[in-house]
Nanobody, 126 residues
Framework: QAQLVESGGDSVQAGGSLKLSCVVSGYTFGSVCMGWFRQAQGMEREGVATIYTGSGTARYVDSVKGRFTISQDNAKNTVYLQMSNLKAEDSGMYYC???????????????????WGRGTQVTVSS
């Protein structure tokens, strides 16, 4: 059974940085589509970034391009989200997700994912 556990959320000032981690089990880590999503209070959940672990192909939603970086550590079965130059609008609950159905071509932030972690809270104050 797949399990995803996020960590690293915190409260920071605008302009600051955070690095989120997601430890994954229950998958063949080298061939799965992984994603980070966020949901602000009262808002719909949105995809932020995805990475296909087989190739390292990464994609981002426009609002975070140049500020966020998704990466992986195969030895640790972990996916990271490095967030820099944080803005108040980046605040929300951040969720890690996984889905083995998607190849590198289809691994995108606008896809539906099957397995989810419980989330980690990010709060950015201006």
């Amino acid at each position: 059974q797949a399990q995803l556990v996020e960590s690293g959320g915190d409260s920071v000032q605008a302009g600051g940085s955070l690095k989120l981690s997601c430890v994954v089990s229950g998958y063949t880590f080298g061939s799965v589509c992984m994603g980070w999503f966020r949901q602000a209070q009262g808002m719909e959940r949105e995809g932020v970034a995805t990475i296909y672990t087989g190739s390292g192909t990464a994609r981002y939603v426009d609002s975070v391009k140049g500020r966020f970086t998704i990466s992986q550590d195969n030895a640790k079965n972990t996916v990271y989200l490095q967030m820099s130059n944080l803005k108040a609008e980046d605040s929300g609950m951040y969720y890690c997700a996984a889905d083995p159905r998607y190849s590198a071509v289809w691994c995108r932030p606008d896809r539906d994912f099957g397995d989810w972690g419980r989330g980690t809270q990010v709060t950015v104050s201006s």
